[in-house]
């Protein structure tokens, strides 16, 4: 099978997400349907995991919930997330945070050097100058 069709499929399928990296606090804007009704739910926490590339890229996402930890594994150019926004960037020395499973309260999203940030995949707006060259009428 020729890989040059199957990158150019890929390509019109893969959407403008941010630089997404390990330790990044992030809001993930999930599209969820509940019978008939479609609503969008955000999920807010610190990414632990980025796995494959391309279309199968994924990143795992870890939060608190009422002392509970909830891990969400989701596709990165899936049609059921609107959009991510980065909301602080952490610097971190490994790839996978997967020693977070073990901490419990603030330990649980300790994340070294945090810098606040704020990345998203909305394309922005370009602001709208008016030309006002007036031509005399004759």
Same mark, same amino acid.
């Given at each position: 099978m020729n890989t040059d069709i199957l990158k150019r499929i890929e390509a019109s399928q893969l959407k403008n997400r941010p630089d997404v990296?390990? @330790?990044?606090t992030v809001k993930l804007y999930?599209? #969820?349907?509940e019978g008939n009704k479609e609503r969008i739910q955000v999920f807010e926490g610190l990414v632990i995991s980025l796995k494959g590339? @391309?279309?199968g890229r994924n990143v795992t996402v870890r939060k608190m919930s009422s002392g509970v930890a909830v891990e969400r594994i989701v596709p990165m150019h899936s049609p059921a997330?609107?959009? #991510?926004? #980065? #909301?602080? /960037?952490?610097?971190?020395?490994?790839?996978?945070?997967?020693?977070? /499973?073990?901490?419990? @309260?603030k /330990? &649980?999203?300790k994340v070294s050097k945090i810098k606040d940030i704020y990345l998203t995949d909305e394309a &922005?707006?370009?602001?709208?100058t008016e030309d006002v060259t007036?031509?005399?009428a004759q």
């Open positions: 990296k390990v @330790g990044d999930m599209k #969820i349907k590339s @391309g279309l997330l609107e959009k #991510i926004e #980065i #909301i602080q /960037r952490g610097k971190v020395r490994k790839s996978k945070l997967y020693y977070v /499973r073990e901490k419990v @309260g /330990r &649980a999203l &922005a707006q370009p602001e709208v007036e031509t005399p």
